[in-house]
């Protein structure tokens, strides 16, 4: 099958993928579980997400290098291993050991997520290089839906049988999924006697592009991230009725399919840049309406966050390729993921030290500062047709 063609089984395994590796965004419902479950504090448990997103980051980078060197499959049965074993290992933590939760389950199961998606999207990309937007979009929108099916997972389990049985019985239908989607991965044939475009990451790190790009990736998590973890208690305590405050979690996890599938596709028609400025004035203006909201318009204002901040993490992989190639697709977006370590130490340490009211105006300034930093990033294209190199 020629590369352009594509491949439906590959975006729909990549789906299936990333349906279970949506743990951040649904994380507002594991947190008041697994604070009971543990015996864990506050600032235990949002350490655990915090890790969680941080090994996330930190492992694209490992896991776009496995992709690259030994292929797609290689890397998302490790992150399969991991992400599982690490759910499995989660359910046998004695309370009150939150060091090791997250060594045990918050390190392997953000390696195991991070190994699994550069797998999933470069490859899609590969057999859609005419259409990335669409390829991520597919992906990304599974991986929306990922925190609404969690949401379910853990109120239906962990509701009837508690979080260790809910974290075992995820970690078996993460094996069992996972796995034998990671089986159906491969990459399209390569083209007799045509490399493939694009720069190494040796090359990549080096340039001003890349460092305003991860900037950008870092500023964009404070709006969500700062909040996700306690998304809950923020909204019942501004006067949503507490059996519904879940649907902040749910229908969050809606909006994040929706920016995850539209952002890209349009990406694709208009350029990566205009949706990017897109995105950056949807996160201030969210951050703006959220700081106020009340009742039902919690819902709403964290929608819109969710939104553009999904869209734009999945306009994100379409521009490095754009900009850097397909060559080294894996381990060039793993590299620019790193952002996401950053923007979640940056946002666990405001979580802890700022006041509810300081954290909303850190979460706008974030936003217009990462606005600022796409600005200054060339136009798409630039390095996209240039041979790979040593």
């Known amino acids: 099958m020629a590369k352009n063609g594509g491949n439906p089984r590959i975006l729909a395994a990549g789906a299936a993928v990333q349906l279970l590796t949506g743990i951040p965004a649904a994380w507002g419902v594991f947190q008041k579980p697994v604070?009971?479950?543990?015996?864990?504090?506050?600032?235990?448990?949002?350490?655990?997400?915090?890790?969680?997103?941080?090994?996330?980051?930190?492992?694209?980078?490992?896991?776009?290098w496995m992709q690259d060197r030994?292929?797609?499959?290689?890397?998302?049965?490790?992150?399969?291993?991991?992400?599982?074993?690490?759910?499995?290992?989660?359910?046998?933590?004695?309370?009150?050991?939150?060091?090791?939760?997250?060594?045990?389950?918050?390190?392997?199961?953000?390696?195991?997520?991070?190994?699994?998606?550069?797998?999933?999207?470069?490859?899609?990309q590969k057999w859609y290089a005419g259409r990335k937007g669409l390829a991520t979009g597919v992906s990304g929108a599974a991986m929306g839906l990922s925190g609404a099916f969690?949401?379910?997972?853990?109120?239906?389990?962990?509701?009837?049988?508690?979080?260790?049985?809910?974290?075992?019985a995820l970690g078996a239908v993460v094996l069992v999924v996972c796995g034998a989607s990671a089986a159906v991965l491969q990459n399209p044939p390569a083209a007799p006697g045509k490399?493939?475009?694009?720069?190494?990451?040796?090359?990549?790190?080096?340039?001003?592009?890349?460092?305003?790009?991860?900037?950008g990736v870092a500023l964009a998590a404070p709006p969500v991230?700062?909040?996700?973890?306690?998304?809950?208690?923020?909204?019942?305590?501004?006067?949503?009725?507490?059996?519904?405050?879940?649907?902040?979690v749910a229908l969050g996890s809606a909006?994040?399919?929706?920016?995850?599938?539209?952002?890209?596709?349009?990406?694709?028609?208009?350029?990566?840049?205009?949706?990017?400025?897109?995105?950056?004035?949807?996160?201030?203006?969210?951050?703006?309406?959220?700081?106020?909201?009340?009742?039902?318009?919690?819902?709403?204002?964290?929608c819109l966050l969710t939104f553009f901040y999904s869209g734009g993490a999945a306009v994100q992989p379409a521009l490095n390729t754009d900009l850097f190639g397909l060559a080294h697709a894996g381990v060039n977006y793993g590299l620019m993921a790193l952002g996401m370590s950053?923007?979640?130490?940056?946002?666990?340490?405001?979580?802890?030290?700022?006041?509810?009211?300081?954290?909303?105006?850190?979460?706008?300034?974030?936003?217009?500062?990462g606005g600022i930093c796409f600005a200054f990033v060339k136009p798409p294209g630039t390095v996209e047709n240039r041979p790979q190199t040593k």
């Open 70 to 124: 030994s292929g797609p499959r290689y890397a998302a049965l490790w992150g399969t291993a991991l992400l599982g074993g690490g759910s499995l290992a989660a359910a046998l933590v004695p309370r009150g050991n939150a060091p090791l939760f997250l060594l045990v389950y918050s390190v392997p199961a953000g390696l195991g997520s991070a190994f699994l998606a550069p797998a999933v999207l470069a490859c899609a």
């Open 342 to 369: 950053a923007g979640s130490l940056l946002s666990y340490a405001g979580s802890q030290l700022l006041p509810l009211g300081a954290r909303h105006i850190l979460a706008a300034a974030c936003a217009v500062a």
């Open 150 to 168: 969690l949401t379910l997972f853990v109120r239906g389990v962990g509701g009837a049988w508690g979080m260790r049985v809910c974290f075992a």
């Open 35 to 64: 604070m009971e479950e543990y015996a864990f504090t506050r600032g235990q448990a949002t350490l655990a997400f915090a890790i969680l997103v941080a090994s996330y980051g930190v492992g694209c980078a490992v896991g776009g």
């Open 225 to 248: 991230l700062l909040f996700s973890p306690e998304i809950l208690s923020i909204a019942a305590d501004r006067g949503l009725p507490e059996q519904w405050a879940p649907l902040c």
């Open 255 to 302: 909006a994040s399919a929706a920016g995850r599938l539209i952002c890209p596709a349009v990406s694709d028609r208009t350029g990566r840049k205009p949706v990017l400025y897109a995105v950056y004035a949807g996160l201030a203006a969210g951050s703006a309406a959220f700081a106020f909201a009340q009742n039902w318009w919690v819902v709403a204002a964290y």
């Open 195 to 215: 490399p493939l475009p694009g720069i190494p990451p040796r090359q990549m790190v080096a340039t001003v592009q890349y460092r305003l790009c991860v900037a």
